[in-house]
T-cell receptor, first 114, second 115 residues
């Protein structure tokens, strides 16, 4: 299993609806996770970080972490066309030799349809 | 507050050459990480520097190297360029490094094309 896996999409959601993005991770990825948004041709920007089990809300965004099932999700409420982007899930990675840096999934391409 | 600055934005090199990329972190940030982004592999970790010392290294060949200066600015060098090195190289800074739950802030990247 890859360390951080995401469905590449595209995920198409109508404007105003809830967009749900999911990410699963392996044992080699630790318990700290981050969601980044990347617009085409731009660099990733941090949206949310989550370190403990449960939900964390910030405006229209809610991150959810379930350590037992090894998944992380990002919910975007009242989706706007400006939310159309690639969403990257990242977690801290560790190997036998030590830390491996932030391990990123390949991203889910989200399209919000007006 | 100024963000992470990477120079140059675009670079075209030929196989066998070497290249040096530069990154200036956000003021006060002591950790600088480098990532390679390609359509096929996504974002892959190259290395992280903290207080002029390489603290972590990803699974890349020795042709990829870096360093950090006392002002936290960092450079990345790739020697003997190969076609497969064509990618977007992203630098990210944080206060303490990702291990300390300190989020990464990315620069705009350097787009390297090897011909």
């Amino acid at each position: 299993q890859k360390e951080v896996e995401q469905n590449s999409g595209p995920l198409s959601v109508p404007e105003g609806a809830i967009a749900s993005l999911n990410c699963t991770y392996s044992d080699r990825v630790s318990q700290s996770f981050f969601w980044y948004r990347q617009y085409s041709g731009k660099s990733p920007e941090l949206i949310m970080s989550i370190y403990s089990n449960g939900d964390k809300e910030d405006g229209r965004f809610t991150a959810q972490l379930n350590k037992a099932s090894q998944y992380v999700s990002l919910l975007i409420r009242d989706s706007q066309p400006s939310d159309s982007a690639t969403y990257l899930c990242a977690g801290e990675g560790y190997s036998g030799g030590g830390a491996d840096g932030l391990t990123f999934g390949k991203g889910t391409h989200l399209i919000i349809q007006p | 507050k100024a963000g992470v600055t990477q120079t140059p934005r675009y670079l075209i090199k030929t196989r066998g050459q070497q290249v040096t990329l530069s990154c200036s972190p956000i003021s006060g940030h002591r950790s600088v990480s480098w990532y390679q982004q390609t359509p096929g592999q996504g974002l892959q970790f190259l290395f992280e520097y903290f207080s002029e010392t390489q603290r972590n290294k990803g699974n890349f060949p020795g042709r990829f190297s870096g360093r950090q200066f006392s002002n936290s600015r960092s450079e990345m060098n790739v020697s003997t360029l190969e076609l497969g090195d064509s990618a977007l190289y992203l630098c990210a800074s944080s206060r303490q490094g990702w291990q300390q739950n300190s989020p990464l802030h990315f620069g705009n990247g350097t787009r390297l094309t090897v011909t």
